[in-house]
């Protein structure tokens, strides 16, 4: 047993993160050192109710405090002593959605996630009226197309937020959020690092014959960056979160964030000409911006690091949730021949051997669209694989199919940045489910995005460990550095991971995918149309 890191758990000087994906809910506890000494984790699941992805309010509290349990077990299990204090706590979450709330704290639909994509006719009034793109997931979009709809509830709200702020909400009692997470909310003025005062007066005249009691910023959480206090775990909040009634109040809460901003924590990219590529349930790719774009793109969104500033986001709705679905396929054939299943050999050997497949997957093309696609204009998805009676069929290059699919629509979206805009990367890091066969991944995205690729020992700790240095930035960050200065300092202390160059016959071949995956859109659409609906 490490007798050092028992002792920083009991003086109370260790920093938990917690972060809320869309299939689990993370916990890492760092140290002063900012390295990860203990977690855990509770596996989740969106529910699809009266048209619309959700997750009830029992289910995230149920899995909050299930997923802070299981870190405790282990706390219990390494160093047989139990947390009773914190340095600090940091709350992420995926990013957008819509969560109203009435002046009772009362719920008045169910949260609606980012992976809805019902609010296309809001959306599009927006983006006119704000000459700003603005998208399906963000939370104004959720909230006008309520209005538009007429739905009763909206004269009621009394506060609107994310995930991450509503559980921050709970545990501090402070309406307040990560300008990364409130940039996704609504857009962000660069220069005063608060929603735009242009947006927010446009929106409240869009508004003003319903007459609603409430102005915008009446109702939006106070917006705070990086490094500021955010309130502190109060005696409710502490029982909240910890069932056991060991975990005493006070503890500093650093402002809750979204999951890209964490991401960008994670894999230290938040200085200028910097990136990253999350790829998971969803993929998005973060690249922080020296100025503005030249104008709006509907493909890219705008929002910002936690310390405010501006990143282009390309966000796509579908990874690998559909490259998991194969896998588990052949995982049941595997078990069907009575061999026993190891799932990291299973994903191994299969990632590995499409390497082995033709560049262009040999004519294969797969979409794995579980749900709709904005990026590609689809309100809604089916998985499908496409293939002519010519095209060379063999498990190589229908794995590769796959593995060029899961990041097919981000490369659509990134062609803009690097083609059009001329766009600079010095660095652009990779983390996430995707990347966790070591070497496959990386050299895929990099023929995607025909850009070298880092990845780094830490990419499978994620945003929870991303949302626990930013709790490490808000209390010891002694020499009051910048953020980017501290992660690179502090944090990371030059490590930038193992780079992976892009191959020019990847790069060639991930283009002629491209190309007729773009042209081959049009079967999606029409599988679309054909197939009924889940009710």
């Known amino acids: 047993m490490d007798t050092n890191t028992k002792s920083i758990i009991e003086s109370g000087k260790a920093i938990l993160g917690i972060e809320f994906g869309s299939t689990r809910i993370k916990a890492v506890l760092i140290d002063p050192e900012n390295k990860p000494i203990a977690q855990g984790s509770h596996v989740w699941e969106n529910q699809l109710i009266d048209g619309l ?9 149920n899995g909050l405090q299930d997923c802070y349990a299981d870190l405790c077990a282990d706390v219990k299990k390494q160093y047989d002593t139990e947390i009773q204090s914190l340095a600090a706590i940091g709350i992420s979450a995926m990013m957008h959605g819509y969560m109203a709330f009435n002046d009772k704290e009362e719920i008045l639909v169910p949260f609606r996630t980012w ?18 793109n603005i998208p399906l997931r963000w939370s104004i979009s959720h909230l006008y197309q309520a209005i538009l709809n007429g739905e009763p ?14 559980v921050h909400w709970q545990l501090t009692g ?14 962000i003025d660069p220069e005063t690092k608060n929603y735009s005062a242009e947006m927010v007066e446009k929106f409240d005249k869009m508004i003003a014959p319903k007459g609603f009691s409430w102005k915008l910023t009446d109702i939006l959480p106070k917006v705070l960056l990086a490094g500021k206090n955010a309130g502190f775990l109060t005696p409710e909040g502490a ?26 924590v994670a894999t230290n990219a938040v200085k200028q000409r910097t990136g990253n590529v999350s790829a998971g349930t969803s993929s998005f790719s973060m690249i922080v911006l020296e100025k503005e774009l030249s104008r709006p793109y509907e493909v890219i969104d705008m929002v910002t690091t936690p310390d405010g500033s501006l990143v282009a986001m390309v966000h796509c709705n579908n990874c690998t949730s559909d490259l998991n679905a194969w896998v588990n396929l052949f995982k049941e054939y595997q078990e069907l021949l009575g061999v026993p299943v190891d799932m990291n050999e299973v994903f191994g050997k299969l990632y590995n051997h499409a390497l082995e497949g033709d560049p262009d997957c040999g004519g294969l093309i797969s979409y794995n669209y579980i749900s709709g696609e904005p990026v590609t204009k689809l309100a809604e998805g089916r998985p499908l694989v496409v293939r002519s009676a010519n095209d060379k069929f063999n498990l190589a290059n229908f794995m590769r199919a796959h593995l060029y699919a899961s990041v097919a629509v981000l490369k659509i979206g990134n062609d803009i940045l ?36 880092s990845v780094m ?10 949302i626990a240095l930013l709790g490490a930035y808000l209390v010891n960050n002694t020499k009051e550095q910048s953020l980017a200065d501290f992660l690179e300092e502090q944090v990371f202390a030059g490590n930038t991971g193992v780079e992976i160059q892009p191959d020019r016959e990847d790069v060639a071949g991930f283009n002629a995918y491209i190309e007729r995956y773009k042209a081959g859109l049009l079967i999606e659409e029409a599988a679309v149309k054909c197939k009924i609906s889940e009710s």
């Open 153 to 166: 509830h909206v004269k009621d709200i009394d506060y609107l937020t994310t995930l991450a702020g509503y």
């Open 174 to 187: 402070q309406k307040v959020l990560g300008i990364g997470d409130a940039s996704g909310m609504l857009p």
């Open 115 to 132: 992976r809805n994509t019902n609010t296309g006719i809001a959306a599009a009034a927006l983006s006119e009226a704000f000459v700003y």
């Open 418 to 453: 690097f083609n059009e805009e001329k766009i600079k990367v010095v660095r652009i890091t990779g983390h996430g489910g995707l990347f966790k066969t070591k070497g496959v991944g990386q050299r895929v995205l990099a023929a995607a995005l025909n850009s070298p690729i």
């Open 239 to 264: 029982k909240k979160l910890d069932v056991s009634g060991r975990l005493k109040a006070g503890i500093p809460l650093c402002p809750p964030e979204g999951d890209a901003g964490t991401g960008m």
């Open 53 to 61: 992805w959700t997750y009830s309010i029992d289910a995230i509290w």
């Open 457 to 466: 020992e830490t990419a499978g700790e994620g945003g929870a460990w991303g």
